[in-house]
């Protein structure tokens, strides 16, 4: 079992910059990846950046060039680095782990952090 706790979320006003924290614990192999989701209010959950346990990174269109995702494997633990934030950023953020067990992939989720940007 995996248990992924999220943290640095809050309210930050536009142009400015929050740095999100996913600290994993428990079982996690060593063939894993970590994404961030995030889901505003009517909307549907879209993925923000994902990375692998090697360090390969990937975005969404939206988000490209302004957040940095990265991790520090030795902390169990993958950062979100929001900069340039707009208004259309704010949204609960997700932390999601991808762990292969040998066999499938098993899926956990953290509970979310809420990034509001104001205008």
């Known amino acids: 079992q995996v248990q992924l706790v999220e943290s640095g979320g809050g309210l930050v006003q536009a142009g400015g910059s929050l740095r999100l924290s996913c600290a994993a614990s428990g079982s996690i ?24 346990n090697g360090g390969v990174a990937n975005y969404g269109d939206s988000v ?14 993958v950062y979100l680095q929001m900069d340039s934030l707009k208004p259309e950023d ?13 066999s499938g992939w098993l ?6 952090t809420q990034v509001t940007v104001s205008s």
């Open 29 to 52: 192999f060593r063939r894993n990846a970590v994404a961030w989701y995030r889901q505003a209010p009517g909307k549907q959950r879209e993925l923000v950046a994902a990375i692998t």
């Open 64 to 77: 490209k060039g302004r957040f940095t995702i990265s991790r520090d494997n030795a902390k169990n633990t």
């Open 90 to 102: 704010t949204a609960v953020y997700y932390c999601n782990l991808e762990n292969w067990d040998g």
């Open 107 to 112: 899926v956990y989720w953290g509970q979310g």
